[in-house]
């Protein structure tokens, strides 16, 4: 019966189709932003980050991620990277895979565990729109 639930709110959000709680999930993903990302990514994302001058890898800018998309922000590539754990990999694979990092920090759960794995999902949204949030 939650899922029933969980399901069709998850794509609303997505949609576009409840902006209260797409500001609610861009304020958490600000604060997960700045505890996991701002470190190569930069305050701003502009990749600007203290760690970016010492990584092999060009940090990107995120603020440029729809402008770099012919305008369309990549909703579901940004998710997927993010999350890590899909085979579509950050910069070539330096990027932490934040799927099971969040994962752990949550608790870790048992295989199947739909708690664990939807609060997962949770950050990783609230990231993503915050990114969208901050396009230029």
Known sequence: MRMTFVAPLLAAIVAGGMSAARAQDSDAGAELY?????????PSGRGDGPM??????????????????????????????IDGRTGLRGHGGPMPTYGDIFTAE????????????????????SVALYLESIQE
């Open 34 to 42: 700045v505890q996991y990302c701002a470190t190569c990514h930069g």
């Open 52 to 81: 970016s001058e010492i990584l092999n890898a060009t940090v990107p800018d995120l603020t440029r991620l729809a402008e770099n998309n012919d305008g369309a922000f990549p909703m579901l590539e940004v998710i997927h990277i």
């Open 106 to 125: 949550i608790g870790g759960g048992e295989p199947g565990d739909r708690g664990t794995a939807l609060e997962t999902r949770g950050r990783i949204l």
